[in-house]
């Protein structure tokens, strides 16, 4: 037990060094472009990798590699972002409707049973459609089913906690039930919520680039992989660098944040 | 003088097509001083009694009164200013990742000299404060339950089977305790359990339940030695068989 648990926390290690790599990368994206990411050069239109452009040149003869760069602070920022968010509105409402219980909870859930009723992709181009091209709409797009995860999960762990005997101690105490959420009830359920979010990192992460490569998040000439995909498939088979670094990049941050969910839910499902 | 006491209380829990009748027509009274033992076996409403008195639950109908002021309806948040429970599960009564200090502060505006010495009189040592329930031994974490309701100053104590999780020597140790502070302190006692032995033995009163009705009620001597109930004699009977 004590063996798989040391390789279980190795894999969270590795997962978290990956992922801290990745977010760096991001932060630091302006830094690091060796090039104008929007900077059009006629001369240099579709140009293979070389010393000076290591992922070649788009059909606009701009750096790819700067442009992947720059386009991995776009797609991981707004990524966190609406995790960050949709776990707050979740986690708030799923503490809110499992703790008071009643009508609200009847609404609350009814309302997230009818977002879960929809494929999530469905429900976010459609409402993406309706809202308009831009970062902004495709994260209003995705964050109006993604809350329910959440909120469902924080339910049904403030419902497992809300009758235990600590729960009914802090009431006798005198404390109120907004205390005894933020006190008792957030803290014990926080964890299992955090490690939803963890794993939702790359889906969310499919689901800007997918809406960006449809044409429904992020506008032209801001770098966003997604919308690079896009760009460029139109050439694929003239200069396929194009297409193949930022799907790369796709790829490769989605596996390495699920992997991170995988490996933290694992470490604890071990403990 | 009556601290606490019932008139009339009935609980229904509906379940589809099925009823349960934990309580009816349930009159209780309790003492200062005094340590009432609610006995009965699983299903006869004990617990259910305990929590409708501390405000967990609330009555069907009937009436509550604290120190002759009806309390009937009023939650938990109101009641822990007079009572305090004690619970079977003493590790689950603390929350796991709060220190035993943090979580004895939570209710109390008592200075950490006041926590010491309230720790110093149900037996326990300074050192456990800084450690969370699992790290505690049943019958520590116990009696940490019963320090926290000390501080809250309640003069009520509902004790619900605070001994079956214990092993014997434990169990004889929290009794004594609970004893020493209904002594010491004045505070009432109400304590539900399954065991008749041990209620027989340090309660000034008992009730005896069965199917959410009280069958016998009065001192305990008398109550032991003259049951008015055919259920009490077989309780009775089945202790001195073991």
Not at chain 1, 21 to 44: H, K, Q, R
Not at chain 1, 73 to 89: K, P
Not at chain 2, 56 to 77: A, F, N, R, V, W
Request: hydrophobic fraction near 45%; include cysteine.
């Amino acid at each position: 037990m004590k063996k798989k648990k040391a390789k279980l926390r190795k894999r969270v290690i590795i997962a978290v060094v990956f992922a801290a790599i990745l977010v760096l990368i991001a932060t630091f994206s302006g830094v690091l472009a060796p090039n104008d990411p929007y900077a059009t050069n006629s001369e240099l239109i579709r140009q293979a990798p070389s010393a000076a452009y290591l992922f070649g040149t788009d059909n606009l003869g701009r750096c790819v590699f700067s442009r992947v760069l720059i386009g991995a602070r776009t797609t991981i920022a707004s990524t966190f972002f609406l995790v960050a968010v949709s776990f707050l509105i979740g986690i708030v409402v799923g503490m809110l409707c499992g703790f008071y219980g009643g009508i609200v909870d009847d609404i609350l859930m009814r309302i997230a049973d009818l977002m879960l009723a929809f494929p999530q992709m469905v429900v976010a181009i459609a409402v993406a459609g309706i809202l308009g091209g831009g970062l902004g709409g495709a994260m209003i797009a995705l964050g109006i089913t993604m809350w329910t995860s959440f909120a469902r999960l924080a339910r049904s762990h403030t419902l497992s906690i809300k009758n235990e005997p600590y729960i009914t101690a802090a009431r006798l105490q005198g404390k109120s039930g907004l205390q005894i959420m933020m006190t008792h009830i957030m803290p014990n359920i926080l964890e299992p919520v955090l490690i939803n979010a963890l794993t939702q990192i790359g889906t969310t992460m499919i689901g800007i680039s997918g809406l960006s490569f449809l044409g429904l998040g992020v506008v032209a000439p801001q770098a966003e992989w997604g919308s690079m995909i896009s760009e460029a498939r139109a050439y694929i088979q003239i200069a396929p660098w194009a297409v193949l670094f930022p799907a790369a990049a796709t790829v490769i941050t989605i596996v390495v944040f699920n992997y991170l969910g995988d490996a933290v839910m694992e470490y604890r499902n071990a403990e | 003088m009556t601290i606490l006491s019932g008139k009339d209380l009935n609980k229904e829990y509906v379940n589809r097509d099925r009823s349960v009748r934990p309580l009816q027509h349930v009159d209780f009274e309790l003492n200062q001083g005094e340590i009432l033992g609610i006995v009965g076996e699983s299903g006869s409403g004990k617990s259910t009694l305990l929590k409708v008195i501390s405000g967990i639950e609330k009555p069907d109908s009937g009436k509550l009164y604290h120190m002759g002021k009806e309390y009937t309806g009023q939650g938990p948040e109101k009641t822990g200013k007079f009572l305090q429970m004690i619970f079977q599960d003493a590790y689950g009564s603390f929350d796991p990742r709060m220190s035993m200090e943090r979580s004895l502060k939570e209710g109390s505006d008592e200075s950490r000299e006041e926590i010491l010495r309230v720790i110093g009189e149900v037996g326990l040592t300074e050192g456990l404060l800084g450690r969370r329930p699992r790290h505690l031994s049943g019958g520590q974490c116990q009696r940490m339950s019963i320090a926290r309701a000390l501080l809250s100053h309640a003069g009520v104590l509902l004790c619900d089977e605070i001994t079956s999780a214990l092993d014997v020597t434990t169990q004889a140790q929290v009794i004594k305790l609970l004893m020493e502070i209904r002594d010491k302190e004045r505070i009432s006692i109400v304590l539900v359990s399954h065991d008749l032995a041990l209620v027989s033995m340090i309660c000034d009163r008992i009730m005896v339940m069965k199917d959410g009705i009280v069958v016998d009620n009065g001192e305990t001597a008398k109550v032991i030695s003259e049951p008015s109930s055919d259920y009490t004699r077989k309780l009775l009977e089945s202790v001195i068989t073991v």
